[in-house]
């Protein structure tokens, strides 16, 4: 590899899950904090980093088709880096496949970009992709400015070993960021701007750590603290696990105003034969008990799954379960996918693969129930009067869009600044978005 001048521009894309798009937002600011600046709209950068997503599809292949299409204006190729779950997963890969690319760099190891692309300008190539529990989060500037919804990590990885899926693999083993540096970083985030905190991991639910008394805490107890924040409106998190539900995360809901009435969490099939080869260690029973229980605690819960079709052996029995658990729940939203054989995950060498057009027809029922459903969701909001947090300028003038406290888009005519919550009433549904119209003056 020949040396470079050192890069002026960055561009940061992502492919992938929130968790994905955090890190990607986080090199970004990495590189920014080096002096390097985004690149403008429309041209190629000095450095393109692909944030690369291992979860589904031929994720891998899409990476070599982008590096190969990558060219600046003057017809040469920018310093490329490839990161997130496919370098982990296919980095020494990457690297003999791959001679245009100088950088290899992990989801646990990002920190530690600015070092690899000193050797790269020198004309060296870098592959890191250790997984230093932890280490990456003290070594990352601080956000400066945050957008009025931001996220923060809080726990990565995952040791529940579902039978299909690379997480356990690309991101390692659970662990929880300590909560003096996650109440210290939420802190910053509100200075910066920030009115709503998702917080962000695998397995959210999963945290665990110890408060300022030295009391063991779930993610209730951090939920409770962060809540305390005078100037955060609002809390959020994603994604559950089903069992690492805890009565004390159930009793938040009907407890702490800051924590809004949504919950994502994914259950992947209705039928049980199914869960059980899947090693989800949960049946559809248990699952819908889990949901009963939210609801109790705040009626008014907005619910949000994700699902697999087509997984080896998933009879027609098997889906009809999937689809009466749709029907049972009535979502307001959810996310479904087909199958996907990753390799080295042992749902990979099962038997019963199920024909692709089979899974299309069985994607395409589900997806119309879970669309159903989440405009007879929309629907039943109209009517209703609820606080609008003002994430951003909508595509009229005049216009602005937020969130609902149950993740619903909204928008409606006002003059109130990004970060400032309306008090609206919604007007009128569509299957992706509500109108509302602004009741009270905006509260900052
Ligand atoms: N094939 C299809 N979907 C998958 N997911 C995870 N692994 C796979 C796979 N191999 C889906 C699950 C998970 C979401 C993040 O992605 O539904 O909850
Ligand atoms: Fe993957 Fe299952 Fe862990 Fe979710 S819980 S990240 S689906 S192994």
């Known amino acids: 590899?020949?040396?470079?001048?050192?890069?002026?521009?960055?561009?940061?894309?992502?492919?992938?899950?929130?968790?994905?798009?955090?890190?990607?937002?986080?090199?970004?600011?990495?590189?920014?904090?080096?002096?390097?600046?985004?690149?403008?709209?429309?041209?190629?950068?000095?450095?393109?980093?692909?944030?690369?997503?291992?979860?589904?599809?031929?994720?891998?292949?899409?990476?070599?088709?982008?590096?190969?299409?990558?060219?600046?204006?003057?017809?040469?190729?920018?310093?490329?880096?490839?990161?997130?779950?496919?370098?982990?997963?296919?980095?020494e890969e990457i690297m003999a496949r791959a001679p245009a690319v100088s950088m290899v760099v992990g989801p646990q190891a990002y920190h530690r970009l600015p070092e690899m692309l000193d050797k790269a300008v020198a004309g060296e190539r870098a592959t890191d992709t250790d997984m230093p529990p932890i280490a990456k989060f003290a070594a990352l500037p601080a956000r400066r400015r945050a957008p009025p919804s931001a996220f923060l990590t809080v726990q990565e990885g995952c040791d529940k070993f579902c039978t299909y899926c690379v997480v356990p693999y690309t991101r390692g083993a659970e662990i929880s960021r300590p909560f003096n540096d996650l109440v210290a970083e939420a802190e910053k985030l509100v200075e910066a701007g920030a009115r709503e905190i998702t917080l962000l991991g695998q397995n959210v639910n999963a945290w665990s750590g110890e408060d300022a008394k030295g009391r063991a805490i779930g993610l209730d107890g951090l939920i409770r603290e962060l809540a305390k924040l005078p100037n955060l409106a609002r809390i959020r998190y994603t994604t559950s696990h089903p069992m690492d539900v805890t009565d004390g995360l159930i009793a938040a809901h009907g407890e702490v105003d800051k924590l809004m009435p949504f919950?994502?969490?994914?259950?992947?099939?209705?039928?049980?034969?199914?869960?059980?080869?899947?090693?989800?260690?949960?049946?559809?029973?248990?699952?819908?008990?889990?949901?009963?229980?939210?609801?109790?605690?705040?009626?008014?819960?907005?619910?949000?799954?994700?699902?697999?079709?087509?997984?080896?052996?998933?009879?027609?029995?098997?889906?009809?379960?999937?689809?009466?658990?749709?029907?049972?729940?009535?979502?307001?939203?959810?996310?479904?996918?087909k199958y996907s054989a990753r390799p080295g995950t042992p749902a990979a060498s099962m038997d019963g693969a199920i024909a692709p057009e089979v899974m299309d027809e069985r994607l395409q029922r589900l997806q119309a129930a879970l669309n159903r459903d989440q405009l007879a969701f929309n629907q039943a909001s109209v009517g209703k009067r609820c606080a609008v947090l003002v994430e951003r300028k909508g595509k009229k003038p005049g216009q602005m869009l937020g969130k609902s406290p149950w993740l619903q888009s909204v928008w409606f005519e006002s003059d109130a600044a990004l970060g400032e919550i309306a008090e609206v009433e919604l007007v009128e549904a569509g299957p992706n978005s509500l109108a509302g119209r602004v009741l009270a003056p905006v509260s900052a």
Request: proline share 5%; glycine share 8%.
């Open 263 to 337: 919950l994502h969490l994914p259950v992947q099939s209705g039928s049980d034969p199914i869960l059980k080869a899947m090693n989800r260690s949960h049946d559809a029973e248990g699952y819908l008990r889990l949901l009963e229980r939210f609801r109790e605690a705040r009626p008014d819960i907005a619910l949000s799954g994700d699902f697999i079709v087509g997984f080896p052996g998933e009879t027609e029995a098997d889906f009809e379960a999937t689809m009466q658990l749709v029907d049972a729940v009535g979502y307001a939203q959810a996310f479904s996918f």
């Open 1 to 91: 590899m020949r040396a470079s001048s050192p890069p002026k521009t960055y561009r940061v894309k992502s492919f992938g899950c929130q968790m994905n798009v955090y890190d990607g937002d986080r090199m970004a600011e990495l590189l920014a904090s080096r002096g390097i600046a985004p690149a403008a709209e429309g041209e190629e950068a000095d450095l393109v980093v692909l944030n690369t997503c291992h979860i589904r599809e031929k994720a891998a292949e899409k990476v070599y088709s982008d590096i190969g299409r990558l060219q600046k204006a003057d017809g040469s190729k920018p310093l490329i880096a490839v990161a997130g779950c496919v370098a982990q997963a296919e980095g």
